[in-house]
């Protein structure tokens, strides 16, 4: 079965550079959720989408943007990198809707080191 | 959310039925306890799901007290694979609402 697709798996970026980062969610999923775990850390959320539009927000850096294609795959853009953003980044997919008691799916993750 | 409270840490033998408690004594009446688990460094995987009494898939079975104030996740037969940190959350069923993950639960199945 498809899974999560992530891009890249691994990125290694200088401080005040900027990153981006690629989710291809399961077919017919309309849903992307976005996590970052920082080292020894639990997964914290960002954002998520559902049906292209922002369906909720976390704590995500205002240097980080993030959007959902008509293809539904998502894109997390990072701005002015600092050390700290060195993480691991999970995509999560799910068929979003009111009512629906959905699981959600996670990507492999990408691994992004700065330096 | 509701909150949840899991023990830092649990060992089991391989082979053995793993017991994983969680207390969310604030639970709301459409609040759905959920198990995810996260072998290292791996994306979360969900396990199961449930609203009230026993729920079994394939990898577990959860067990929800009556008065829904705590559940615990049972693995039937413990296998090294199943080495992970679990996860007790509580949320909404509704299709796009995010996980907040606690602190969750580093099982050890050893041989």
């Known amino acids: 079965a498809a899974g999560v697709i992530q891009s890249p798996r691994h990125l290694i970026k200088e401080k005040r550079e900027t990153a981006t980062l690629k989710c291809y969610p399961i077919?017919?999923?309309?849903?992307v959720y976005w996590y970052q775990q920082g080292p020894g850390q639990d997964p914290q959320f960002l954002i998520s989408?559902?049906?292209?539009?922002?369906?909720d927000k976390g704590s995500i850096p205002d240097r980080f943007s993030a959007q959902q294609f008509s293809d539904y795959h998502s894109e997390l853009n990072m701005s002015s990198l600092e050390l700290g953003d060195s993480a691991l980044y999970f995509c999560?997919?799910?068929?979003?809707?009111?009512?629906?008691?959905?699981?959600?799916?996670f990507g492999p993750g990408t691994r992004l080191t700065v330096l | 959310d509701a909150k949840t409270t899991q023990p830092t840490s649990m060992d089991c033998a391989e082979g053995r039925a793993a017991n994983l408690p969680c207390n969310h004594s604030?639970?709301?009446?459409?609040?759905?306890v959920y198990w995810y688990r996260q072998i290292h460094s791996q994306g979360p995987q969900y396990i199961i799901h449930?609203?009230?009494n026993i729920e079994t898939n394939e990898m577990a079975s959860l067990i929800i007290t009556e008065d829904r104030k705590s559940s615990t996740l049972i693995l039937p037969h413990a296998t090294l694979r199943d080495t992970a940190v679990y996860y007790c959350?509580?949320?909404?069923?509704?299709?796009?609402?995010?996980?907040?993950f606690g602190t969750g639960t580093r099982l050890l199945v050893s041989p």
């Open positions: 449930g609203l009230k």
């Open positions: 999560a997919s799910s068929l979003g809707g009111w009512g629906l008691v959905d699981e959600q799916f």
């Open positions: 077919p017919r999923h309309d849903t």
């Open positions: 959350i509580v949320r909404v069923a509704e299709g796009f609402q995010k996980l907040v």
């Open positions: 989408f559902y049906e292209k539009m922002q369906s």
């Open positions: 604030t639970i709301s009446g459409n609040e759905y």
